[in-house]
């Protein structure tokens, strides 16, 4: 079993940063893939960020393009969402999620916990 709690949402204006976080409990955090996915209201959830057990290998949207970086910490059970050069359009809940098995990081049903999500709004 894997809590997973994010944090570091919040309003910014278009062309800032944000660190979102996502905190893990469970000795096991180290055997999962991390992803990072978002909502927006009335769309369905997409995939924006992910990353390997051993941080060996990440994946990102195409709508990322090299503003956004994933990062973990294993030892302290941590994976990091950085935001730069935001647009309104970020705007979202943010997910965190954690799949143990192999799977394509892009697919939601790949995971297999979540967060219950930190809101990221742009302003523009």
């Known amino acids: 079993q894997v809590q997973l709690v994010e944090s570091g949402g919040g309003l910014v204006q278009a062309g800032g940063s944000l660190r979102l976080s996502c905190a893990a409990s469970g000795r096991t955090f180290s055997s999962y893939a991390m992803g990072w996915f978002r909502q927006a209201p009335g769309k369905e959830r997409e995939f924006v960020a992910g990353?390997?057990?051993?941080?060996?290998?990440?994946d990102y949207a195409d709508f990322v393009k090299r503003r956004f970086t994933i990062s973990r910490d294993n030892a302290k059970n941590t994976v990091v969402l950085q935001l730069n050069s935001l647009k309104p359009e970020d705007t979202a809940v943010y997910y965190c999620?954690?799949?143990?098995?192999?799977?394509?990081?892009?697919?939601?049903?790949?995971?297999?916990?979540w967060g219950q999500g930190t809101q990221v709004t742009v302003s523009s």
């Open positions: 990353i390997s057990w051993s941080a060996g290998s990440t």
């Open positions: 999620a954690a799949a143990l098995g192999v799977a394509p990081m892009r697919l939601t049903r790949s995971y297999d916990y």
